[in-house]
């Protein structure tokens, strides 16, 4: 079962996205402008890939990037992982991912994908528990690694929506490559939140490749 309350959570940073603050994000997070530009950042990704039969997203919240994903990739098998109950339920309800409400810090994925990623997620986690996000997202793929994040050369702390601590940006690829030099760079790309037709959020993608 899930963790349930406050006090059963190792980090503040899950409580705070488990609570009502990850409740009312639900309701930012879902569009059409987000999905057709998901639908773009992804189909450039994925022309990078081949034979990807299976896809794990950690922090999936209500599933716009796996919705995407769907529609690029009909036969793939989804799964999501998400700590908050309410972006979980919704997820599920839409029946096309395997949908586990839990905590990533902690969680082992009871099998390996083809494509294992985050994207916007690493940024809000605990930095002293990025070591085991790097290394459950290793375990979690048999091939491709996708990393979609804030970049910064150097770890900073940003206020989020007037919360302190909620917010990092580091190289998360870089780090996540010194801890699994099994890997290696595909690619990599910088889509601008002021993009005129498919704007992200000022997100920068790497996608790697177990060696």
């Not at 987000?34 to 994925?46: H, K």
């Not at 070591?131 to 690694?145: E, F, Q």
């Not at 206020?159 to 917010?167: A, K």
Request: net charge negative; aromatic share 12%.
């Amino acid at each position: 079962m899930p963790p349930s309350t406050q006090a059963d959570y190792k980090t503040e940073q899950e409580a705070f996205w488990a609570g009502e603050f990850g409740k009312d994000y639900v309701g930012r997070n879902r569009s059409e402008q987000l999905l057709a530009s998901n639908l773009s950042l992804f189909s450039r990704i994925l022309s990078r890939t081949t034979g990807i039969g299976s896809i794990i997203e950690f922090g999936a919240n209500v599933g716009m990037n796996l919705r995407a994903l769907h529609q690029l990739l009909p036969a793939a098998s989804l799964a999501g992982v998400e700590i908050n109950e309410a972006a979980a339920t919704e997820l599920r309800a839409w029946g096309r991912a395997e949908v586990f409400h839990t905590s990533l810090i902690g969680f082992r994925p009871p099998r390996r994908s083809d494509l294992a990623f985050f994207k916007g997620v690493l940024i809000h986690i605990n930095p002293d528990e990025l070591p085991g996000a790097y290394d459950l997202l290793a375990a979690a793929t048999t091939r491709y690694a996708l990393i979609c994040e804030y970049y910064n050369p150097s770890p900073v702390s940003v206020t989020y929506r007037g919360h302190e601590g909620r917010l990092f940006k580091r190289d998360f690829a870089g780090e996540f490559l010194d801890r699994h030099p099994d890997f290696h760079v595909v690619d990599y790309a910088f889509h601008w939140r002021r993009d005129p037709i498919f704007p992200q959020d000022d997100t920068t993608w790497f996608l790697l490749e177990r060696r």
